[in-house]
């Protein structure tokens, strides 16, 4: 990409080398993460030092070319799910299993040539097998699905029997309240400013939906996040204490009000995990944190045994991921599927949850990374 909104397919020579722990996957779908569309809209450029061509994609599944003589998990054949970050595993916090922190994480899409392309190569062992049941479109959602079990699982520890509410119903917040439900939520309240998407919510995993109030006239974020907390509570019979109270309260928008609001909900010494991202510098309420010894955890990608998990849940039938693959492009046409993404919705006029496309040679973007 050489600038802004502008894509280009490119030819690249196949991999001649595998190292001895290495795997080279030839990636064959791919979902179009909001990350991707952050930097092909530039939202994530340096003026200062413009901006540097690579591949963009990371939520990707493919089938293995070759492996390196050390390798025994996998063979050439096999098809793989593609965990897209590779940490140094010799830091602090690689060593104690907090990877996602490493400090020289090389990450697909960011400053490092992302999975849309023919040929990608990665440690071995951050590709998982597919289970025969499960397609090569599912394996490529098993990447945002291990940010949902990392925050609902690891981070938050959710207890079964909980009661959660999740903010924001895109890609990432139905996959973390499918996630919610299948490990034991007794409740699952989505809330979002789309009518759409919360009817799309109700049919796939939560039980409850509510449609965010609209601020009033003259009043503050600060105003309306106490008071719409209060709305939710009257509505679904919630509580500040106590089993009817929301126990977890998981923020996937990144919107300051939202965050706001699911501080004022989440019941006292309940948790909040914050999951989607935000502005750096936002307005919360401290005070309420302390009072109420609220648990605030963020939740970043995923660590140890979430690729594992979400596999299983998907294989065993648990949770399904078929009905958020709304449009399909093929690599040639990559241009429309991140269209379709920025758009919400695709060609055909309906709503765009998760857009997958195929793969084949390479296609580049830029970025300041």
């Avoid at 965990?83 to 922190?101: I, T």
């Avoid at 394996?139 to 924001?168: D, I, K």
């Avoid at 890609?171 to 789309?194: K, N, Y």
């Avoid at 065993?316 to 078929?322: E, H």
Wanted: proline share 5%; glycine share 10%; hydrophobic share 40%.
């Amino acid at each position: 990409m050489v600038a802004i909104e502008t894509l280009e397919h490119q030819r690249r020579q196949v991999p001649t080398t595998c190292g001895p722990w290495e795997a080279v996957v030839c990636p064959k779908r791919t979902g179009i993460c909001g990350s991707d569309m952050h930097i092909l809209l530039g939202h994530t450029a340096d003026p200062k030092t413009g901006f540097k061509s690579f591949v963009l994609g990371h939520e990707s599944s493919g089938i293995v070319a070759k492996v390196g003589d050390r390798v025994t998990s996998l063979r050439p054949g096999d098809r793989v799910a593609l965990e897209p970050g590779e940490a140094c595993l010799r830091c602090d916090d690689c060593k104690s299993g907090h990877y996602a922190q490493c400090e020289f994480m090389r990450f697909a899409a960011a400053g490092l040539d992302g999975t849309l392309q023919g040929y990608y190569t990665l440690p071995a062992d951050l590709c998982y097998k597919l289970p025969d049941n499960l397609s090569l479109e599912e394996g490529a959602l098993m990447e945002p699905l291990a940010v949902a079990v990392n925050a609902v699982a690891t981070v938050a520890a959710m207890r079964p029997t909980a009661n959660v509410a999740v903010f924001g119903a895109g890609p990432v917040g139905l996959l973390t309240m499918a996630v919610a439900r299948a490990l034991g939520a007794r409740r699952v309240i989505a809330i979002d400013v789309q009518q759409g998407r919360l009817d799309f919510a109700r049919a796939y995993a939560a039980t409850d939906v509510h449609l965010a109030s609209p601020l009033q006239e003259g009043e503050s974020r600060e105003d309306y996040s106490k008071r719409h907390a209060e709305i939710i509570k009257h509505k679904f019979g919630l509580s500040e204490r106590g089993p009817s109270g929301i126990d977890l309260v998981l923020d996937c928008s990144g919107a300051e009000v939202c965050i706001q609001t699911g501080l004022w909900l989440v019941k006292r010494r309940g948790k909040y995990v914050q999951v989607g991202n935000s502005e750096v510098y936002i307005n919360v309420p401290l005070r309420i944190v302390m009072m109420r010894e609220i648990n605030i955890k963020g939740s970043f990608r995923y660590g140890p045994g979430t690729y594992h998990m979400a596999i299983d849940l998907v294989s065993r039938g648990v949770i399904d991921l078929k009905p958020l693959l709304t449009h399909r492009f093929s690599f040639r046409d990559a241009d429309k599927a991140f269209g379709t993404t920025k758009a919400g919705k695709g060609p055909d006029d309906r709503m765009a949850i998760k857009v997958i496309s195929a793969c084949g040679v390479a296609l580049r973007s830029a970025s300041n990374s």
